[in-house]
T-cell receptor, first 116, second 113 residues
Framework: NAGVTQTPKFRILKIGQSMTLQCAQDMNHNYMYWYRQDPGMGLKLIYYSVGAGITDKGEVPNGYNVSRSTTEDFPLRLELAAPSQTSVYFC???????????????FGPGTRLTVL | AQSVTQPDIHITVSEGASLELRCNYSYGATPYLFWYVQSPGQGLQLLLKYFSGDTLVQGIKGFEAEFKRSQSSFNLRKPSVHWSDAAEYFCAVGDNYGQNFVFGPGTRLSVLP
C-alpha cells in the first residue's frame, strides 16, 4: 500500500492564482481530512469527508473548496490564492470516523505552499 | 471551544536522559487525547492515544503518557531519549468524529549526543 499520497510536494503561487492540491489513499478509508499547519502552530482542520459525495467544513474552511467523487481521492481547491494561505497542507484518512479506539488517522507527507 | 496548550516551545535533552513533554487541554466533554510526532519533512505519526480506562497509556517507540483529569493534563514521557527522537511533538484533543480535533502548537525536541 502507498498509504496517503499528496501532490505536489512544493508549490509557489502568485496572489489570485488558483490550484488544486491532490490527495489520494489506497486503504479504502471512508474518512478523509485536510489540515493546514502554520509555523509554530498545530494543525487546523480545513475540511473533512465521511465518504464519497459527502464533505463538511472544519475549523478554517474560508478560501478553500473540496470535493469527494471517489473513496480514494479528496482534492483541495484554492480559488484565489492569498498570502495568508501560505502553509503546509496535510491530508489524512481513517477507516472509522475520527481517531477512534480501534483506528487511527494516517497522514500524507504534506504539500508546502507559498503564495507571493 | 476546546483548546490545547503545550507550554514548552523547544526542549533540549541529552541522549539517555529522561523526557517529559507537557500538554494541557480545555474540553467540555470527556476528551480523546493524542500525541503525534513529526520528523522533519514528514507527516505526523501517532505515538499513543487515550480514550478511557487506565490513565497511563503506553505507545510506540517507548513513549507513555498519563491522563490527569484534575489537572487537565496529558504529559508525554520517555525514560531514556535516543538521538532519533529529535522531532516535533504535537498533543491533540478531540471527539470521536474528527471535526473537533484540535492540535496544540507543538514542542520541538532536540537531543544532544
Amino acid at each position: 500500500n502507498a498509504g496517503v499520497t499528496q501532490t505536489p510536494k512544493f508549490r509557489i503561487l502568485k496572489i489570485g492564482q488558483s490550484m488544486t492540491l491532490q490527495c489520494a489513499q489506497d486503504m479504502n478509508h471512508n474518512y478523509m481530512y485536510w489540515y493546514r499547519q502554520d509555523p509554530g502552530m498545530g494543525l487546523k482542520l480545513i475540511y473533512y469527508s465521511v465518504g464519497a459525495g459527502i464533505t463538511d467544513k472544519g475549523e478554517v474552511p474560508n478560501g478553500y473548496n473540496v470535493s469527494r467523487s471517489t473513496t480514494e481521492d479528496f482534492p483541495l481547491r484554492l480559488e484565489l490564492a492569498a498570502p495568508s494561505q501560505t502553509s503546509v497542507y496535510f491530508c489524512a484518512s481513517s477507516y472509522l470516523p475520527g481517531p477512534t479506539s480501534t483506528d487511527t488517522q494516517y497522514f500524507g507527507p504534506g504539500t508546502r505552499l507559498t503564495v507571493l | 471551544a476546546q483548546s490545547v496548550t503545550q507550554p514548552d516551545i523547544h526542549i533540549t535533552v541529552s541522549e539517555g536522559a529522561s523526557l517529559e513533554l507537557r500538554c494541557n487541554y480545555s474540553y467540555g466533554a470527556t476528551p480523546y487525547l493524542f500525541w503525534y510526532v513529526q520528523s522533519p519533512g514528514q507527516g505526523l505519526q501517532l505515538l499513543l492515544k487515550y480514550f478511557s480506562g487506565d490513565t497511563l497509556v503506553q505507545g510506540i517507540k517507548g513513549f507513555e503518557a498519563e491522563f490527569k483529569r484534575s489537572q487537565s493534563s496529558f504529559n508525554l514521557r520517555k525514560p531514556s531519549v535516543h538521538w532519533s527522537d529529535a522531532a516535533e511533538y504535537f498533543c491533540a484533543v478531540g471527539d470521536n468524529y474528527g471535526q473537533n480535533f484540535v492540535f496544540g502548537p507543538g514542542t520541538r525536541l532536540s537531543v544532544l549526543p
